[in-house]
């Protein structure tokens, strides 16, 4: 247990569906990020969050679009997805964005677009 | 972003000391150095942090030598539960600093 939280552990989707992930961390972190790891890939940096503000969004299709309402909660807001788009999505936290941060994992969820 | 060369790949048995090695030619003043570990299907690890010189806690050591260019995880004793992905990450704000590389896999066997 991390300390961050992602539900749903798994999502089976159609390409026309909407969906959402939410991650939730108690940690009191200012910092919070959404990673994709798809098969024998490394993890791919999506979007960060610090003090609920966008900080980077690292060129990702329109079709996922990131939520932070407070520094405890982020979501990924999913539509009319690829299957490629099928991969592990991972949330994480830390306490700030300085030199020698922390960071962590939820235990991600596990996308499935059919 | 200071760019991460690691081995693809390392192989051990179980009780045997592993030194992964980093490398991290452009690495910049105020960067650290991180490594991560992660198990399949799981959000990675955090393992150990270092700037300089040597680094150790209750699951590893880091040495970090003068010149900062490259940096080695050290993990004493392994065991089968070890076998995992280590990540070397190199920056010094969230977004640099929580970039991943390739990693290296390794397996330890009995």
């Known amino acids: 247990e991390t300390g961050v939280t992602q539900t749903p552990r798994h999502l089976v989707m159609g390409m026309t569906n909407k969906k959402s992930l939410k991650c939730e961390q108690h940690?009191?972190?200012?910092?919070m990020y959404w990673y994709k790891q798809s098969a024998k890939k490394p993890l791919e940096l999506m979007f960060v969050y610090s003090l609920e503000e966008r900080v980077e969004n690292n060129s990702v299709p329109s079709r996922f679009s990131p939520e932070c309402p407070n520094s405890s909660h982020l979501f990924l807001h999913l539509h009319t997805l690829q299957p490629e788009d099928s991969a592990l999505y991972l949330c994480?936290?830390?306490?700030?964005?300085?030199?020698?941060?922390?960071?962590?994992f939820g235990q991600g969820t596990r996308l499935t677009v059919v | 972003l200071a760019k991460t060369t690691q081995p693809i790949s390392m192989d051990s048995y179980e009780g045997q000391e592993v030194n992964i090695t980093c490398s991290h030619n452009n690495i910049a003043t105020n960067d650290y150095i991180t490594w991560y570990q992660q198990f399949p299907s799981q959000g990675p690890r955090f393992i150990i942090q270092g700037y300089k010189t040597k680094v150790t806690n209750e699951v590893a050591s880091l040495f970090i030598p003068a010149d900062r260019k490259s940096s080695t995880l050290s993990l004493p004793r392994v065991s089968l539960s070890d076998t995992a992905v280590y990540y070397c990450l190199v920056g010094n704000s969230g977004y640099s600093t929580l970039t991943f590389g390739k990693g290296t896999m390794l397996l330890v066997s009995p």
């Open positions: 994480a936290s830390s306490q700030d964005q300085d030199g020698g941060t922390e960071a962590f």
């Open positions: 940690l009191g972190h200012n910092a």
